[in-house]
């Protein structure tokens, strides 16, 4: 299925696409987010974490596995974040294609936490020694074009992701398994990929390119011998004579294999459509992140593909919401102009308070003095202003979703200054996911800084 779209505008491939910018504001009525109850149901035994790149799917996969593993369930995250901070956020050195015991996680009510990075290469690797025999799968791990196949074709990584998720699930080892999706250029790919890369392995082009091999005996090769003739000349045309060769080498080794990547492709998107699996769909508050979450809301629905709900990241908030921008920007601007700084002799004293009388002496400030504080004040003031447009832009951005998604879950997670960098600010991140904590906590020494 195709996933171009026309820029502004949120629809689902074969709906009339409604734009997002016209869309009624709407109220912020969207139901609460609840993670707790996903987490702790045994019948949950696959969360999928999907969204657009950059929006902070490999913390909040993490933090999701901590708060599980800590609450009771023997939980493994599979991450394909190329970035390992993951593993830096656990302490673990490297993550690899095999899940390691993630050490300092609380398991006093019975879970432990495993972590692992999906090595694209290595399981494409792992699945050709598993339905190969060891001449054969030397032959097709030694063969050029499976390196460049196996090492970065369009969809691999997805397809991989697949794969990797169905083995995991098979093993039955773990309660729960938490998959941080690929940084796709869209978030469609992931369901997207897995299905154009198995249609390639299994389609109509390589079936071709096997058709001198299935034809026994010189008359059948005579009869392909002109087509494929004609065939093989132009293919190396466009392709080149080595890597048809190399094609043609690749193909004929993996003759065997072709059928079962469709096969395990179909089985594992089934698994994804089952009663256990959930998706959360992570975005943040900006206008293109949560396009894309709208288009990956309404797939999924057409998938009938379970949906819990959306992890709304980085969402800004400010210590004095009832001081508005026009506000602010209007205390500035008379600050700026001395318009209400006291800087000459007289009675007039702070508004409110009781008048100075004349024998009470005056303590001068040196205008300098004076020009400072009003500066610095006017400075925090527009500070303060920029805050809450970012506020009311990010609002109406959520209303917009909201309005087209009035059933869709919603938790947000708030913006925070630091990185996270180890368990304690996964913790605190898995708080904010299970009571939709939109504003920072009160600063303190020992709070720590962890990013969504």
Sequence with gaps: MSTDRSPGTDAAPGKEPTPVAD???GMDTAPMLDVDPLLDDPATRIIVCCGSGGVGKTTTA???????????RRAV????DPARRLAQSMGIDSLDNVPRRVKGVDDSAGGELHAMMLDM???FDE???AHADADRARAILENPFYQSLSAGFAGTQEYMAMEKLGQLRSRDEWDLIVVDTPPSRSALDFLDAPKRLGSFLDGKFIRVLMAPAKVGGRAGMKFLNVGMSMMTGTLSKLMG???LRDVQTFVAAMDTMFGGFRTRADATYRLLQAPGTAFLVVAAPERDALREAAYFVERLAAEEMPL???VLNRVHGSGAPQLSAERALAAAENLGERGIVDQGDGNAGVRGSTAASPETPRTPQHPDAVDGVGQLTAGLLRLHAERMQVLAREQRTRDRFTALHPEVAVTEVAALPGDVHDLAGLRAIGERLATGQASPPDPSPSAPSPSA
């Design 121 to 123: 290469k290595r399981t």
């Design 62 to 72: 993490a933090a999701l596995g901590v708060r599980a593993a800590e609450r009771g």
């Design 23 to 25: 869309a009624a504001p």
């Design 241 to 243: 004579g080595q890597l």
């Design 308 to 310: 819990a709900g959306l």
């Design 77 to 80: 995250v599979l991450t394909i």
């Design 127 to 129: 699945i050709v020694e």
